[in-house]
Structure formats: structure tokens, C-alpha cells
């Protein structure tokens, strides 16, 4: 097959021995986009008939059948969650199919933290104590509108799993060893944490440390599969540290080469 997609694998086997094992995954692949098309035309088709439902819940007025006030309330709570979950399905499939970002472009962190901000408070409501770090002067290179996406994923996160009293901070730092280095966006929480073995496959789709307590957070589950996906587009890098009961801090680290500094001259001092 001359149109095969191969995979290959270069295996020690003994001293001055190695195999090569070559593979074809041209159907694997195959498989995957049918799968990715049928998701983003299953959510698409969703999208139109949750839209009518939604807007003809708003219009119920429960005053008039006080009894049905709960079960409104209820329909009106699901209704949003699945038009949550079309909303989140159909971005992730637009970042599954992309390989680079459409188009880039300043995006202006001040603004950007600020917005984070506004949208903790509002999700928050009083309930967490809540602090902004900005780095003046610097702002990235990229799509806002992914990156405000997987930032504002990983602050609803922090709040929805840290309990009342708790405390989230949002920093916006340079890297270890400088700004020459890159930057980085962290989100840090005293929530519940997670426990280590669930780490490596917290990012992948619906995957959920505690089904019920998820669930009853209102999340989709995609949250951080949305997160992973920008930040690769944008060539960043996401880093987990968390420990159960003492909270988890969600690192977003950009390269240098993302960095645009409203002060030209400090990229003129670079080596
Ligand atoms: P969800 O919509 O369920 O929040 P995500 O993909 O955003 O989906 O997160 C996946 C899972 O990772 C969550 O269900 C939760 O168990 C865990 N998680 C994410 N963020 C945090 C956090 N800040 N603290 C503790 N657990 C978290």
C-alpha cells in the first residue's frame, strides 16, 4: 500500500542488535477521524434542538405553577450542562483537527488576568479568598480566544474543586531561569487535590478522579483535554502538582519565543 502510514519502532535486542518493527496504522488512523467526525456531527446536530429547548425553559414562569418550581430548576440546571458539554465536544474536535493555531496574534495579559479575575469572583461568589500576580509589561503570542478557554477552564477548576474558606491565586511569572527562558501562567489552589496515581490521565476526555463529586461540580469532563490541546497548539507545556488535601497548583509554561514585551528594548538586551 503506497499510501500506508507507518509507524516504527527501533528496539534493543542484544549487544550490536537492534530491531526495527514497523507498523501500519493507516487504519487506526482512519478509525480515529471517523471517530472525531462523528463527534463534531453529533454535537453540531445537538446544538440547534438544546438551543429551542433552553429558550423555551427561560420562558416557563414557575410563579404561575409554584409546585413545578424545583423540577424547572432542575430541567433549566441539565438543559445548561448539555449545552455545556455540545459547547466543549465541538471545541475540542476544532482542536483535534487543527495542527496549528489559524491565526496568532498580541494577546494583552493584563486584561486577560483581569478577566480571569472577574470570572473566579462571579464563580466564587465570595466563598475563596482570591489573588492576581501579573508580570507588568509582558503579554503573549498566540490565539486569546484558546488561551482565555484554557485558562478560564483551569480557574473554574480551582474553584469548583476547592471548598468554602479555600484560597486560588493566579500568577502570571518568568520562568525559573529568567524570562529568557519563557514565561509562566499558574493557577494554584488549597483545594481537594488529586490523587498521584490519577495524574498521568487527568487530561485525557471525561476522565474524572471522583465520578459524584465531579459530577455535582457541573463539569463536563473535557475541561482539561480543552487545556492540554491549546497549550500544545501553542507549543506550551502543562505541568501538575498537587497533593491530596493540601491543593494543586496547574503551570502553563510558554517558551520565549511567545513572549512579546510591550517594552522592546528588554528583547534587545537577549543574547
Ligand atoms: P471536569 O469537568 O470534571 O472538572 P476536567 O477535565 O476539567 O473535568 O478535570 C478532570 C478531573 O480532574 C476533574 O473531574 C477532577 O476530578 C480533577 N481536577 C481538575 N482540576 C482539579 C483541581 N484544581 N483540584 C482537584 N481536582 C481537579
Not at 416557563?60 to 413545578?68: A, C, F, K, N
Not at 479575575?117 to 461568589?125: C, D, G, H, N, T
Not at 471548598?163 to 499558574?186: D, T, Y
Not at 488529586?194 to 463536563?220: K, M, N
Amino acid at each position: 500500500n503506497p499510501a500506508a502510514t507507518l509507524s516504527l519502532r527501533l528496539i534493543p535486542y542484544s549487544e550490536n542488535l537492534w530491531l526495527l518493527v514497523a507498523r501500519d496504522v493507516s487504519r487506526l488512523l482512519q478509525l480515529e477521524q471517523m471517530r472525531r467526525d462523528f463527534v463534531a456531527n453529533v454535537s453540531h446536530e445537538l446544538r440547534t434542538p438544546l438551543t429551542v429547548v433552553h429558550g423555551y425553559l427561560d420562558m416557563l414562569d414557575p410563579s404561575e405553577h409554584p409546585d413545578w418550581a424545583p423540577m424547572l430548576a432542575e430541567m433549566q440546571r441539565q438543559s445548561q450542562r448539555m449545552t455545556q458539554l455540545v459547547e466543549d465536544l465541538l471545541m475540542l474536535s476544532r482542536l483535534e483537527s487543527q495542527d496549528s493555531l489559524p491565526g496568532e496574534e498580541t494577546v494583552a495579559m493584563s486584561s486577560m488576568l483581569a478577566t480571569l479575575k472577574r470570572e473566579a469572583l462571579a464563580l466564587s461568589q465570595n466563598r475563596h479568598e482570591i489573588a492576581m500576580e501579573d508580570l507588568a509589561g509582558v503579554d503573549l503570542w498566540g490565539s486569546n480566544k484558546e488561551l482565555h478557554s484554557a485558562f478560564s477552564n483551569l480557574v473554574s477548576n480551582a474553584i469548583r474543586y476547592t471548598p468554602a474558606g479555600g484560597s486560588i491565586r493566579i500568577r502570571f511569572r518568568p520562568e525559573a531561569g529568567g524570562m529568557a527562558r519563557g514565561v509562566v501562567l499558574e493557577v494554584i489552589d488549597s483545594g481537594y487535590g488529586i490523587p498521584a496515581a490519577h495524574l498521568p490521565r487527568i487530561t485525557e476526555r471525561f476522565y474524572r478522579v471522583s465520578t459524584s463529586r465531579s459530577r455535582e461540580s457541573g463539569g463536563t469532563g473535557l475541561g482539561l483535554s480543552i487545556v492540554k490541546h491549546v497549550l500544545n497548539l501553542h507549543q506550551a507545556r502543562l505541568e501538575i502538582a498537587s497533593e491530596v488535601g493540601r491543593g494543586s497548583t496547574f503551570a502553563c509554561h510558554f517558551g520565549a519565543d511567545r513572549v512579546r514585551s510591550r517594552d522592546q528594548g528588554y528583547f534587545d538586551t537577549l543574547p
